[in-house]
């Protein structure tokens, strides 16, 4: 209950314009999302992972393109154009609380903990293919070289590894050496005459193994800690707005100017009095914040 209060009041807090009959539209807002964290993302699949998600996942791919990638043909409405893209950080993680907070305020009905569903996973897929990316492009391109000779054979056996009926492009079926033993035995007899060459492949192979196992590892750290960050980020706000009932105040306004047909005014005490009393969850919710 005490969970359902707070994160109830942040999203409110963050977005005090909001209707409390408004419902939040997913479209609008991964679209507003997207303008922060997806630029670009036609040409590069990562471009979620590596603008809100993690600076593991590497630095975006700049564009002459810009914006227009994102809003040509489309309103402008639930989007932040390239101007106010000037103010975001470029730090993923900061990146994402700053959309956050962006988003909701563009976005009617919608709070931060609708950003978490709709948007977390989105930045989990892109941080996956961030890394399926990097090692499929490694791939393809020693693929290409057509040669006979070590990094032939390398590029071979590497593709046969990460099928995903193997290893996987990240290695996650190979963590333990039994697997990665049995798919190797099998890779490499497919892989005709590179008998003199497999000794050094298996150890290239495997450095490429814990290499991706530990980033992937990495990579999972540093998206929780954004979360956190962001929840905290949360909860300040929301301790800052109970102070001198500011939060509430704030309720009790927004419902004078959208719900009521006078707007509270002069002599219509009545109307006042009701957004107080919609807005008293405020003052439960402070309690459970103290």
Not at 99 to 120: H, L, N
Not at 231 to 245: G, T, W
């Amino acid at each position: 209950m005490k969970k359902s209060i707070l994160f109830f009041i942040c999203g409110f807090i963050a977005s005090p314009g909001i209707s409390a009959a408004a419902t939040c539209s997913q479209m609008n807002l991964t679209r507003c999302l997207d303008s922060v964290c997806a630029i670009n993302i036609s040409s590069n699949p990562a471009a979620r992972c590596q603008y809100c998600g993690t600076a593991s996942a590497g630095t975006p791919k700049t564009s002459s393109g810009g914006m227009r990638s994102l809003s040509l043909g489309q309103s402008t409405k639930y989007t932040l154009t390239e101007d106010e893209l000037e103010d975001a950080p470029t730090d993923p993680g900061q990146r994402y609380i700053w959309a956050t907070e962006q988003c909701i305020e563009k976005v009617s009905g919608c709070t931060a903990d609708d950003v978490s569903d709709v948007y977390d996973e989105l930045i989990e897929q892109s941080c996956r293919a961030a890394g399926i990316t990097a090692q499929m492009s490694a791939t393809i391109a020693n693929a290409n070289k057509q040669t006979a000779s070590e990094s032939g054979c390398l590029s071979t056996i590497r593709a046969c590894m990460v099928e995903e009926k193997r290893c996987g492009p990240d290695y996650s079926a190979c963590e333990d050496d039994t697997s990665f033993n049995n798919f190797f035995s099998s890779c490499s007899v497919e892989a005709t005459g590179c008998g003199d060459y497999i000794a050094n492949i298996r150890s290239n192979l495997i450095a490429s193994r814990d290499t991706a196992i530990k980033n992937a590892d990495i990579l999972i750290t540093s998206i929780v800690s954004a979360y956190q960050s962001a929840r905290e980020q949360k909860l300040l706000s929301a301790q800052e707005s109970c102070k001198n009932n500011s939060a509430r105040e704030t309720c009790i306004e927004t419902i004078c100017q959208r719900s009521m047909p006078n707007k509270c005014a002069a002599g219509y005490e009545s109307e006042r009095a009701t957004a107080t009393l919609f807005c008293k969850f405020y003052d439960t919710a402070c309690e459970v914040l103290d």
